[in-house]
């Protein structure tokens, strides 16, 4: 399979309108370590934008940084490490769990709107994501947003290309929020609890005034996998706290007194804490696991222990993050009609992390839409990209 | 003036079946057709422009604005959605062959769970009203406007609105989980639920901030959050705005983010005095108000550690409060900001553009430059963490020409917005007022790429007609 990768965003939309007109359907990716995530795209030319590759403005005073989207997510975070700060929503490396070997792209990130464990205190990369710059299916340069925190200039099409997969349009380059990173982390640790009862805890702590900004279960397995937690050997629920050092100190010793009615709560320190953090972020849990699917399904908190129960009464295993309200899970093929059972009777949703090819073709890999947003989902393809040849069906058969 | 459309003469000679058929779908006290009573619908935040519409429907169900939109769809008849009318844009601005629906019957909060921390509210709940259901419990609505005790959730869903703290918790877009919209065609339709980001297109990122363009917001899923232990301000003058500038610029490089940092400059500090008696240095060119949260002890540390950076900008005056009534006495002047100048002035037109922040100086310092030129006094109000930016242009609106000159001069900030990097509206929306400038914004294949979604909600054009997108632009 040929691989277009323009150098400029010029180039890439001529790449695209040629395309356009002649009708080819083109696979959008940035290095492609997320090509295991939901439908196999069928198209004869894949177009990176690897080559769009470069932080073109950073200004740690503004709080932004404008970069191509290309760029490694690893060369953004260690631009914004040296000025003291982070991307907030804590984007994961899950190449992994997902079997890749090529390094992921801010575009591929805010493409999939993939966050971390911060992501339920701070919001997701489409809640930082200020402005874009994208070329739609007809080879047309789309900007929206800007370079400023606040902006509510007409439609937001920011929001609307995160995570649309590259179906709605190839980005170019994303300017996003970065705020200050924290002096220190600290978590506290329960162990053995089962996971309604850590629910009930993570929720006591997100619903405390201290500011939790990680909240996750791992049941014993999942613990047994961290280094930092196999000591327990049982189950760990954990609550993370990110502040300037005295208050980490303060406030995890009153959320320890807090959380005294589901046991005693360990402290790990800064390093631990990063450590595990890390872990829950990247799954590293499930990463190794022998399933051959994994699901990322998003409920309401209170509603995701059912849903770990019944991926598991399938032969599954997982773990929550999110106070509750993400559940990973790795499963056998054969659990699938369980997994997705479990996050219907939830009200949630999910999405089909990694699967054969095969399986991924005729399985749902989301939520199928209702008839009127199934309509609005495919007259805004259209809108975007009349003919369908950007990342056709990778989200929906025949969008 | 910004030009309306004439009105479509084949609707208005079909006005009294109209509201005919609007009588048969919904009670009787819910339809207003009468001159008189509907004098009060006539305008919004933005009361230089007024027009009555062709009627008012107050449905007090999902299930009755879904039949008041299919009965529109179907006579082809346009429709303005409204909350408490509190835009500053002209975002709820009627239209002489256009109906009203008005959501404020929708008014019941209907469900709060604190486990799981979502509340959800009919559109017409107010957004203080969220707060004051759930804070017995320590739990707050975020985003707050400064028009919180009147204006509804679903107006700010479909403005996307902020507030003075959103530096910390975000705008509108950054807090909501679901809604419940009614499309043109009159169909219901469930958006999100209670869980995290939805699976598919972010249909709830796009119509936050859609400004009544694509669907009617009936109902909604709101995150509530904790309050914090508590929260303290200080108050800080400064001899000149380059210096508050930078005084801004070194508190945000220190790593800490406040919850809160506004700036006034001159004229904002001397009206809002004479109109509050805050106790604002009347010798200082620009005032910060810079608010952070934690527990006792934190506060005084955060606090003492700003103390000392604003001291290296040599500040003619430096309070901190000590107690919540010193943080709400701060806080008093700032929040009657629109009171005060009300006062001084007959009239006032509110902007609304954002700027990088490091422009602030060169910004304010070409406002002024603008002001002697228009021969118009403003006075600015910023949210300096953001970078939005409030120029308060006083005017009196019964002289046509100053009138004229006023939308000259705003029209004229906006754009210098534009110039330095920033946008046209942080917070207010386009509306009617921003409507003719979106050119200056955004490209013509930019705007038709979103004229192109409009049509994908609203083939017809039936929702909020002659909004947000320029007529040649909408008429295409």
Redesign the interface.
């Known amino acids: 399979m040929s691989v277009l990768a323009p150098e400029s965003e010029a180039e890439l939309a001529a790449s695209i309108r040629s395309a356009w007109e002649a009708g080819e359907p083109l696979a959008i990716q940035g290095n492609g370590s997320k090509g295991a995530m939901l439908r196999p795209v069928q198209a004869a030319r894949t177009l990176s934008t690897r080559a769009l590759s470069g932080i073109s403005l950073y200004a740690p005073n503004e709080l932004i940084l404008e970069a191509g989207a290309g760029t490694p997510l690893a060369t953004v975070e260690a631009a914004v490490a040296a000025a003291g700060q982070q991307i907030i929503a804590e984007p994961p490396d899950l190449s992994a769990l997902l079997g890749a070997s090529s390094v992921q792209t801010i575009g591929g990130v805010v493409a999939a709107n993939l966050s971390g464990p911060r992501r339920v205190a701070a919001g997701a990369m489409r809640d930082h994501l200020l402005g874009i710059r994208a070329v739609n299916g007809t080879g047309e340069v789309i900007r929206s947003g800007g370079r400023v925190l606040k902006n509510v200039t007409g439609l937001d099409l920011c929001k609307l290309l995160a995570g649309s997969h590259g179906t709605l349009g190839v980005l170019s380059a994303v300017t996003i929020k970065v705020l200050p990173a924290a002096e220190s982390a600290g978590t506290l640790v329960l162990g053995g609890l089962d996971p309604a009862r850590a629910v009930a805890a993570l929720s006591a702590a997100l619903g405390s005034p201290y500011g939790v900004s990680g909240a996750a279960f791992l049941p014993a397995a999942a613990a047994a996998r961290v280094p930092a937690l196999a000591g327990l050997g049982a189950s760990a629920t954990l609550v993370r706290i990110e502040e300037f050092a005295v208050s980490v100190a303060y406030r995890t010793a009153r959320l320890r007194d807090d959380l005294a009615r589901f046991g005693r709560a360990d402290l790990l320190d800064d390093p631990a804490s990063r450590a595990v953090w890390r872990a829950v972020r990247d799954v590293v849990p499930l990463a190794g696991g022998s399933g051959e699917t994994v699901w990322r399904v998003s409920v309401r908190p209170s509603s995701g222990p059912a849903v770990l129960e019944a991926a598991e009464a399938a032969g599954g295993c997982g773990m929550l993050d999110w106070g509750g309200g993400l559940v990973w899970i790795t499963a056998p093929t054969a659990a699938a009609e369980a997994v997705m059972a479990g996050a219907r009777a939830a009200g949630g949703t999910w999405m089909l992390m990694r699967a054969p090819e095969t399986l991924r073709a005729v399985l749902p890999v989301v939520p199928p839409e209702p008839p009127a947003l199934a309509r609005l989902t495919r007259a805004v393809k259209a809108a975007f990209d009349p003919k369908g040849i950007l990342n056709p069906g990778r989200v929906f058969a025949g969008v | 003036m910004i030009a309306l459309p004439e009105p479509k003469a084949e609707v208005l000679a079909r006005r009294d079946d109209i509201v005919a058929g609007l009588r048969a779908l919904l009670p009787a006290d819910a339809v207003i057709a009468e001159p008189e009573r509907l004098r009060p619908y006539e305008t919004d935040g933005l009361t230089a422009y007024r027009q009555i519409p062709l009627a008012v429907a107050l449905p007090s169900t999902t299930d009755e604005v879904a039949a008041v939109m299919a009965f529109c769809h179907r006579e082809g008849v346009r429709v303005v959605p409204r909350g408490a009318g509190t835009s500053l844009s002209g975002g709820a601005l009627p239209l002489a062959d256009a109906i009203v629906i008005g959501l404020m019957r929708l008014n019941r909060i209907l469900s709060v769970?604190?486990?799981?921390?979502?509340a959800v509210v009919q559109a017409g709940v107010t957004n203080i009203g969220i707060t004051q259901r759930v804070q017995e419990e320590?739990?707050f609505y975020a985003p707050d406007p400064s028009s919180q005790l009147a204006c509804m959730i679903g107006g700010n869903v479909n403005?996307?609105s902020?507030g003075a703290h959103?530096?910390k918790y975000?705008?509108t877009?950054?807090n909501l989980l679901g809604l419940r919209i009614v499309?043109v065609e009159g169909?219901i339709?469930?958006?999100g639920?209670?869980?995290?980001?939805?699976?598919?297109?972010?249909?709830?990122?796009?119509l936050?901030?859609?400004e009544g363009?694509l669907a009617i917001v009936t109902e909604v899923t709101v995150r509530i959050l904790?309050?914090?232990?508590g929260a303290r301000a200080m108050l800080a003058g400064f001899r000149a705005n380059e210096v508050a500038g930078a005084c801004v610029?070194a508190i945000?490089?220190s790593?800490?983010?406040p919850v809160a940092l506004e700036f006034m400059d001159r004229p904002a500090i001397h009206a809002c005095e004479a109109f509050a008696h805050a106790g604002y240095p009347l010798d200082a060119e620009a005032l910060l108000i810079i608010e952070v949260e934690?527990?006792v002890?934190?506060q005084d540390?955060l606090l003492g550690q700003i103390r000392t950076i604003c001291e290296r900008f040599d500040p003619v005056s430096l309070r901190v409060a000590q107690t919540a009534e010193e943080s709400a006495a701060i806080w008093k002047g700032r929040k009657g900001a629109f009171g005060a100048v009300g006062r001084i002035s007959p009239d006032y037109l509110c902007m609304d553009g954002?700027?990088?922040?490091?422009r602030l100086p060169e910004v304010l310092g070409r406002i002024g430059a603008m002001s002697r030129e228009y021969g118009l006094q403003v006075a600015n109000i910023f949210?300096a963490?953001?970078?939005?930016l409030h120029p308060l242009i006083m005017f009196d609106a019964n002289d046509p020409a100053s009138m004229h000159k006023a939308e000259c001069f705003g029209a004229d900030i906006l754009k210098l917005c534009v110039e330095v990097?920033?946008?046209?509206?942080?917070?207010?929306?386009?509306g009617v007022e921003?409507r003719d400038l979106?050119d200056v914004?955004?490209?013509p294949?930019?705007?038709d790429?979103?004229r192109?979604?409009?049509?994908?909600?609203d083939p017809g054009w039936l929702l909020n007609p002659h909004k947000?997108f320029p007529l040649a632009a909408a008429a295409a």
């Open positions: 769970d604190y486990a799981d921390r979502v320590g739990f403005m996307n902020g959103c530096l975000g705008v877009a950054n499309t169909e339709v469930e958006i639920g209670a869980h995290l980001d939805a699976a598919g297109y972010d249909w709830l990122g796009l936050t901030g859609s363009q904790r309050s914090p232990e610029d945000i490089s790593g800490i983010i934690g527990s002890e934190e540390r954002t700027i990088p922040t490091s949210h963490g953001d970078g939005n990097g920033g946008c046209l509206t942080g917070e207010h929306g386009v921003k979106m914004q955004f490209t294949t930019e705007l790429q979103q192109r979604i409009k049509s994908a909600f947000v």
